[in-house]
């Protein structure tokens, strides 16, 4: 720690392998926070530098009074899901390959929001050009929240100082819009999971484990580039997924756009990494390489069909849904 340069993190030979860049300002102390932010002061006690600042910084952790800015993000431990602030609003991803949003909040359609802030009462949005705020807030009437965290169950919970948890901030009440609560290939219904069942006699998905359906589902047949002559697509009736597809939401873009149904998949039949393609009937196709939860509806989809690509056994399955998988219907 020096005036000059604040804090510098240097190799045995000497060489810079990071700094605080400190220029044009003397720093006379240094100041660790109860609530983990690492300071620079100078004379004055004025802030130089701070932590909670630092484009890295924070992590899947949220301390009292810290605030996030547009562009930055949570990032649950292991990476699978992340919170996401714009100006426009609050976005939750699974991060997929590309990531892929399953929840957002957009507290207004006119203010530009600035920053969230977590203090006692919840998660505060401010906004401008008005000086209006909206507020996710705690159910408890504690005043010693120390700290929220997206963990890795995609859960942000918050925490006394003491560790003790106090409240799930983002309460959803219908689970099945979480992409994992029923594992891949998992459908969920009314918070509970099955596996898409026996289509003309054949099955093609099985529970990975016959009492915990909530870890998901398999193919009977597991995929192969080499037998691809032999895949087809399934379409599955009266089933939706996570809402990802919500051209509302800010990066999440068709892989094709204004193109027919057969199109769409065809492109998926031709591109070994596809697993699923979802088609809109406005002519937008989103070709999926990872399978999370479906979700079941109790009304056929108009809107838009998905299809699941499966292994195909030729002995047991009609030699016409090899060509026409565009047209057939299957039931759940």
Not at 36 to 64: G, K, R, V, Y
Not at 174 to 199: E, H, Q, R
Not at 231 to 245: D, K, R, S, W
Request: hydrophobic share 35%; charged share 15%.
């Amino acid at each position: 720690l020096n005036s000059e340069r604040g804090l510098v993190l240097q190799d045995a030979d000497g060489t810079v392998a990071w700094s605080t860049n400190i220029s044009n300002k003397s720093v006379a102390a240094i100041n660790l926070t109860d609530n983990c932010n690492l300071m620079l002061l100078d004379e004055n006690n004025a802030t130089i530098w701070q932590s909670f600042d630092h484009p890295s910084w924070p992590t899947d952790t949220l301390f009292s009074g810290q605030k996030l800015v547009p562009g930055q993000q949570l990032t649950s431990e292991g990476g699978l899901f992340s919170l996401s602030i714009t100006t426009r609003g609050l976005f939750a991803y699974i991060n997929s390959n590309p990531p892929l949003c399953y929840w957002s909040y957009l507290p207004s359609l006119t203010n530009i929001i600035s920053y969230v802030q977590f203090d006692s009462s919840g998660l505060i949005i401010f906004t401008w050009p008005n000086s209006s705020f909206f507020s996710l807030s705690i159910r408890s009437t504690s005043s010693s929240m120390q700290y929220m965290r997206l963990e890795p169950d995609r859960h942000t919970r918050v925490y006394h100082q003491d560790w003790q948890e106090v409240d799930d901030l983002f309460q959803i009440n219908d689970l099945c819009v979480y992409p994992t609560v029923c594992g891949s290939y998992g459908i969920c219904i009314n918070g509970g999971c099955s596996c898409p069942g026996p289509i003309n006699g054949t099955s093609y998905f099985q529970p990975i484990k016959d009492r915990r359906l909530d870890l998901g589902c398999s193919l009977v047949i597991p995929l192969s580039c080499d037998a691809s002559k032999n895949q087809i697509l399934l379409e599955i009736q009266n089933i939706t997924y996570f809402p990802l597809l919500d051209t509302s939401i800010p990066e999440i873009n068709p892989y094709y756009q204004n193109i027919s149904l057969r199109t769409c998949t065809e492109a998926c039949l031709e591109n070994c990494s596809c697993k699923a393609a979802i088609y809109y009937s406005s002519g937008r196709c989103y070709l999926q390489s990872e399978i999370f939860s479906l979700n079941a509806i109790t009304i056929e989809n108009t809107n838009h069909k998905v299809y699941i690509k499966v292994q195909n056994v030729p002995s047991a399955v009609p030699p016409q849904q090899l060509t026409n998988h565009g047209k057939n219907k299957h039931p759940l």
